[in-house]
């Protein structure tokens, strides 16, 4: 598992397609073993056994899983408005919930806000001259350019993003 096909006589096309077969079956049987664990995470989270968490379930989670992970130095637990922001984000099956699919989204979502939180705080704060914690179009695309190192996005993209936090 994982290794290189150097060791592969060329010319053997049995055996790449035998080492192409067992590389599948590694790579499904961790798939399969990482759903697994999300879904034993999510049920013991789901607390109304409706086979998805909600935002007080996802909160309960998201509070017990960071502190456990030691993510930050102190706890930082999520707000109304952050977790809408992830259910919103990673939940695409269901409206307001998110299942054992998009578990994993979730988690890292929140993982990348909080390990990125201060630096998105003190960009905004740069551009949020008024403190209104708007940004009109021209301020929220050099904002994101300078979050995302330079690289602006594209006027559809900015306006895509306006539309969903409008």
């Not at 909160?59 to 952050?82: A, F, N």
Request: charged residues 30%.
């Amino acid at each position: 598992r994982g290794r290189a096909r150097s060791h592969i006589p060329a010319g053997s096309a049995c055996r790449h397609e035998a080492y192409d077969e067992q590389e599948k079956f590694w790579s499904e049987l961790e798939k399969e073993t990482r759903f697994n664990q999300l879904k034993e995470l999510l049920d013991e989270y789901d607390k109304d056994k409706s086979g998805n968490l909600n935002a007080a379930e996802l909160t309960c989670l998201i509070k017990c899983y960071s502190d456990s992970r030691q993510w930050t130095i102190e706890p930082v637990h999520p707000s109304l408005e952050e977790i809408g922001w992830i259910l919103q984000a990673a939940g695409k099956h269901k409206h307001n919930v998110i299942d054992a699919s998009e578990l994993k989204l979730a988690l890292d979502l929140w993982h990348s806000y909080v390990s990125n939180r201060s630096r998105i705080e003190s960009v905004f704060d740069k551009y949020d001259a008024d403190h209104s914690n708007m940004l009109e179009f021209g301020k929220l695309k050099t904002y994101l350019t300078d979050l995302n190192e330079g690289h602006a996005p594209s006027d559809a993209e900015v306006r895509a993003i306006m539309r969903e936090v409008g």
